[in-house]
């Protein structure tokens, strides 16, 4: 009985080593690219939503995951982990669905945005990374980490509060956007979009996102976390 109790103990203990690593690798990753960006861009890259959700994203990775045995429901790090994590994930799939859009609304939009003399190669590397990477990130931390977010999720109740389900899912990636829309002002001019009206595009981006999030959340992060 001792000898699987020890195992048990050696086997959390290494499963949140290796999430601390993983987490730890993604944390610093998206920090050289937020850092390396606004050096680039003279800080103007700041003006987008894609910073902004980085910066979010970042924040989420930054916090250390933990077995159910060693933490509580009312602790910092998991009240942190359950607000950011949410916002994070669905998030991550709302801002990737409204780049396409903003793609095809402005077909040379990166290119517009992009400093004078930046390579072709790094400017769609930079497009991969900052709207996909944080999709492949949460996917890696989910098959990993999947057990001990549903635990944070559980000590809370998000299982079963329907206002802290509507956070995950939408209320809290929108506080951030509607914040952003506040402070940037045009979001069409930020991108240079011309083929359809500022409000048409506006509309068209909030009803992607407020789709994308309901589908992220429905169809993975409800069934894989508070089910």
């Not at 001792?2 to 610093?28: C, H, P, W």
């Not at 590397?125 to 999709?135: E, S």
Request: charged fraction near 15%; proline fraction near 3%.
């Amino acid at each position: 009985m001792g000898t699987d109790s020890e195992a048990k103990v050696k086997s959390q203990q290494l499963d949140e080593n290796n999430s601390i690593l993983t987490r730890k690798i993604i944390f610093y990753a998206f920090l050289a690219t937020l850092i390396a960006d606004t050096y680039a861009s003279k800080a103007e890259v700041l003006n987008h939503l894609t910073l902004w959700s980085f910066i979010l994203h970042m924040l989420y990775f930054e916090l250390h995951l933990s077995s159910s045995k060693s933490s509580s429901s009312t602790s910092l790090t998991n009240t942190l982990i359950r607000l950011y994590h949410g916002p994070s994930f669905c998030g991550s799939f709302a801002l990737f669905h409204m780049y396409l859009w903003t793609l095809i609304a402005n077909p040379s939009m990166e290119f517009d945005l992009a400093p004078d003399g930046r390579a072709t190669w790094l400017i769609y590397a930079r497009g991969f990374w900052l709207h996909l990477g944080p999709i492949l990130c949460h996917y890696i931390d989910m098959q990993q980490n999947g057990a001990m977010l549903r635990d944070v999720y559980a000590l809370a109740g998000w299982n079963t509060s329907k206002l802290c389900q509507f956070w995950m899912c939408l209320g809290g990636y929108f506080a951030m956007g509607l914040t952003w829309e506040q402070v940037n002002g045009d979001a069409s001019g930020t991108y240079n979009v011309t083929v359809v009206s500022p409000e048409m595009y506006v509309l068209i981006s909030k009803a992607i996102g407020v789709v994308s999030c309901i589908i992220a959340f429905a169809v993975v992060a409800k069934p894989k976390l508070l089910n």
